[in-house]
């Protein structure tokens, strides 16, 4: 088995050993399966000061074919001064359809330090996690702001502008994002010292690689990460895919870099919709309903347990929607907080975090599987952890079996071993065949008495 052949799809998952013996000999630690929970928190720490990972040749070949697709598909760049100079690469359907002002509040923004910018005045919203502690800290990477009057660009719709990677100090650049601490203090959910993450491949052999994962500074995201959402963007709007509308991408002058050397980036997007809610929000704003209810004896409302089980099945279906739609496209991580409710219209669901999109029709079957399964994934493991909240449990929400309707032409045995998965256990059932897959250098379709690769091989059959 060899790894030649271009690389897709990006994904975090629970380090397997073999791949650990570096790390590990430089004090690093892997975050264990014990830990509840952590097979779908993406957790890990390599700071922004750290030795860099040796990147394997496939994976550095993806990157470098995901650079140039990026640089295609927007205009030549345009130099912006300031004291974050930056050059923009602009969408050529902008043109003159942009007001000027609009271009010149996005670029003051993009090339003046955070500290500098006024709320109310250059932007209007932070990406505000919502968790006051972490507001506090900073744990946020992008600002937004309404437009005057909305405008139509290609088509859509925009209500205002969204700048991701642009929230960082040039002096504060050691700073480093920490997942883990973030969902220490918001989930209560605890990791060891100096635990890593590895970022996951799937290669056209249908074999998961991996390189160790860089935390990003705080406020700020790599270019590598704005090539590829300036990539997703493009590919989902030539698909037709509901999401927001690729304005420009911004790589950063040289100069500014944290003390690990990497090259930093910026993306700006359209807004097409005026209000928006994630489904994670939703569902939490709902397990609070029924929280408050409980508490104090109150009726709960008719018609709670159908908004529950809507808000759940309309995700389901997105993800769905997105393998099965212009020949498919596979998303990477599609956890609920990726996906939000349009102006309050659960028949329209922006997708969000397109840095791993790729096109599954232009993959061989192996890998198809594959990265299918690690977007399925998600699925199965947020149902699992909805399904131990007593807030649902106490009116016998089924969340599992709401994520097993993705699966329309599996067996139905395929379906009752996926049923029977333990919310304990859940975890580690899922994640296992990809850390073996990355430990054997098998692929994944090799594991195919694993009930969620079966599931995958039966609904979509080789043909």
Same mark, same amino acid.
């Given at each position: =088995?060899t790894?030649e052949g271009?690389?897709? /799809?990006?994904v975090?998952l629970?380090i ?10 430089r004090?690093?630690?892997?975050v264990?399966p014990?830990?509840p929970?952590? *097979?779908?928190?993406q $957790?890990g720490?390599l700071n922004?000061?750290?030795q860099? $990972?040796?990147?394997p040749?496939?994976?550095?070949r ?5 650079e140039?697709?990026?640089?295609e598909?927007?205009?030549?760049p345009?130099?912006?001064?300031g ?5 923009a ?5 902008v043109? %003159?359809?942009?007001p000027r002002e609009v271009?010149?509040q996005m ?8 500290r ?8 209007d ?7 006051e502690?972490l ?6 990477r992008? +600002? ?6 909305p405008?139509t ?8 502008i /969204?700048?991701?990677? +642009?929230?960082f ?6 700073r480093?994002?920490?997942?883990l601490e973030?969902?220490r ?6 990791a060891?010292?100096? &635990?890593? /993450?590895?970022d996951?491949?799937v290669?056209? %052999?249908g074999v998961?690689v991996?390189t160790? *994962? ?7 995201e790599?270019?590598e990460?704005?090539?590829g959402?300036a990539r997703g963007?493009?590919l989902?709007?030539?698909r037709?895919?509901e999401?927001?509308f690729p304005?420009? @991408?911004?790589e950063?002058?040289?100069s ?5 050397g990497?090259r930093?980036?910026? =993306? ?14 939703m569902l939490?704003?709902?397990a609070?309903e %029924?929280?408050?209810?409980? #508490?104090?004896?109150g009726?709960?409302r008719?018609? @709670?347990?159908?908004?529950? %089980?809507?808000?759940f099945?309309a995700y389901?279906?997105r993800v769905k929607?997105? *393998?099965?739609?212009g020949g498919g496209?596979? *998303?990477?991580s ?7 409710f &349009?102006?309050?219209?659960k028949?329209?669901?922006? =997708?969000?975090?397109?840095?791993d999109?790729?096109p599954?029709?232009e993959m061989?079957?192996?890998? /198809?599987v594959?990265?299918?399964a690690?977007?399925i994934? $998600?699925i199965?493991?947020y149902?699992? #952890?909805?399904?131990s ?6 009116h016998r ?13 599996a067996?139905?045995s395929?379906i009752q071993e996926?049923?029977g998965?333990a919310p304990r256990?859940?975890?580690r059932?899922?994640d296992d ?7 054997n250098?098998?692929p994944?379709?090799f594991? &195919?008495r694993n009930?969620?690769?079966?599931a995958v ?5 080789e043909?």
């Open positions: =088995m790894d271009p690389t897709r /799809r990006k975090r629970i397997p050993k073999s791949a650990l013996q570096d790390a590990q000999n004090g690093f630690h892997a264990g014990e830990m929970g952590v *097979h779908s928190l $957790p720490v922004t000061q750290g860099l $990972p040796r990147v040749e496939y994976i550095q993806h990157m470098a074919e995901m140039a697709q990026a640089r598909m927007y205009e030549k345009v130099e912006v001064k004291e974050r100079p930056v050059l690469h602009r969408n050529q359907e043109g %003159e359809n942009l271009l010149t670029d003051r923004i993009v090339t003046t330090d955070f500098k910018l006024e709320k109310g005045r250059d932007y919203r932070t990406g505000s996690i919502g968790i502690e507001d506090k800290k900073g744990f946020f992008s +600002v937004s702001f309404d437009l005057r009057e405008v660009l290609g088509g859509r719709t925009i209500y205002g /969204r700048l991701k990677g +642009v929230t100090n040039g002096d504060e650049l050691d480093e994002f920490d997942l973030a969902h203090i918001g989930g209560g959910i605890g060891p010292a100096g &635990a890593i /993450r590895l996951y491949y290669n056209r %052999e998961v991996s160790v *994962h860089v935390n990003e500074p705080l406020g700020g790599y270019l990460e704005t090539f959402e963007y493009k989902c709007m030539q037709g895919e999401v927001d304005l420009c @991408w911004y950063y002058d040289s500014i870099r944290p003390p690990n990497l930093l980036g910026a =993306m700006a997007a359209g807004l097409t919709s005026k209000t928006r809610v994630r489904v994670g929000t939490g704003d709902l609070v %029924e929280d408050n209810a409980n #508490r104090t004896g009726k709960l008719e018609g @709670w347990k159908d908004d529950v %089980e809507s808000v099945l389901v279906n929607k997105l *393998h099965d739609g496209l596979c *998303h990477g599609p956890h609920p907080g990726q996906f939000q &349009a102006d309050g219209r028949d329209r669901v922006i =997708m969000s975090d397109l840095r999109i790729d599954l029709d061989t079957y192996p890998q /198809r594959g990265c299918m690690i977007d994934k $998600p199965l493991v149902a699992l #952890r909805y399904d909240f007593e807030f649902f449990r106490r929400v089924n969340f599992l079996d709401l994520a097993l309707t993705y699966f329309q032409r067996d139905r395929t996926l049923r998965i256990d859940g975890g059932v899922i065949v990809f850390n073996l897959s990355s430990e250098r098998r994944l379709t594991y &195919a009930p969620l690769i079966k091989m039966q609904e979509y059959p043909v």
